[in-house]
């Protein structure tokens, strides 16, 4: 058995297609530095620099990125790379909508393989949805293992779809990963389920009704006093310590509810969502009403701005009379409480919706961790969060904060029936 050396230096790792960090946390808690995190969206960007203050944010395409370009702008020079990750754009492949292996977002995959190709780390981990494994789309997925193997990689097989149920996350979730090895060294395994499932209720039971607060009609936060007894809360209010957690630590107040500006429903609705019964799903809204001892459905992110900026459907609470605070949909995603989204419902969800659970994350970056022959331990370095005001730009002022040209992101405005405005009104705005 091959033993393992304590991390004096931490290993790094470079997030593609970063979003709001998800798998930058997770990498994180790992054991990792994330050197740099590319995105293209400003907002995701500002609010990536806020929960990761040693991390560069690029605020670019990959299209438009080189391997050269990543290392200066986030300082490595000629360093070796340990790991690059990161799920490219999935609309093209996913098992909701159209399926099209002609849809151009799809090359986004292979810029992907190129600045893997450009940065050589020693370990890549591939992330996407799991239609990418059916139907003609494996044809593609050959294709793309075949090229990181052009590219001097040894992937392991055969590729695994990984339910964020089975490693701690209380949603059901199903992701497909792809991790490799640069020829010559150990090539990692995936990451074995844990014995025993989260629930819905050990992951929000604890915390205040939004509702009870009259001031997250306007803002997004609180100061609160509350008991939490769930094991799982616990790490993520950051009242109990998780022992598989190597990230640092982070200054954060754990009587402040963060990311929690209410939803204002009609009384019918109010009605209807108390008629649910736990795990059905509401007729007249398509809702599901959240299972306490289950598990979550899956959290989606819903479409951006170009192409109409609707909201997938939250989840009802277990309990009460009203979907889901972006801070509970953050818990049902393994975030802990001291991370903090866009102050707006919609890229909040948004921003949850579109990231790996930060532990299912964890697990596969823990497996690289092994395969690197490192024993990682926790940093005595506790991280200041950035400016608060990065979580409440709009698109102008974050393109302005990165020095990015106004429609980096396509915006589309779209005129609505009265059924659908009158949805967006009440769930989303």
Sequence with gaps: MTSQKTIKHRPIGIDLFAGAGGLSLGFEQAGFDIAAAVEIDPI????????????????????????????????LGDADIDVVFGGAPCQGFSMIGKRALDDPRNQLVFHYVRLVAELQPK???????????????????????AALGNA??????????LNAADYGVPQ???????????????????????????TVWEAIGDLPDADGFGELSVVDEVRAKWKTKALYAQCLRGLESDS??????????????????RTEHTELSKQRFVATEHGKTEPISRFRKLPPEGLCNTLRAGTDSARGAFTSPRPIHPFLPRVITVREAARLHSYPDWFRF???KWHGFRQIGNSVPPLLGRAVASEIIKALGLKPCKPKEVLLPGNTDLLALDMSSASLYFRVPRNTIAQRLRKLNPNQQDLLDEAYV
Excluded at 152 to 161: H, I
């Design 172 to 198: 059901d979730r199903k992701r497909l990963f792809v991790i490799g090895a640069r020829r010559g060294l150990k090539v990692p395994n995936y990451p074995k389920p844990c014995e025993q499932r989260t």
């Design 342 to 344: 866009h102050k707006t």
């Design 44 to 75: 995701h960007c500002a609010t990536h620099e806020y929960n990761f203050p040693n991390s560069t944010a690029i605020c670019a395409s990959v299209v438009d990125m080189s391997g050269e370009e990543i290392r200066r702008r986030a300082g």
């Design 152 to 161: 001097g990689y040894e992937v392991q097989s055969p590729y695994q779809v």
């Design 123 to 145: 370990y890549f981990v591939f992330e996407n949805v799991k239609g990418l494994t059916l139907g003609k789309h494996a044809d593609f997925l050959s294709e793309l293992i």
């Design 244 to 261: 598989k957690d190597f990230g640092y630590g982070r200054e954060f107040d754990s009587n402040i509810l963060t990311s929690s500006l």
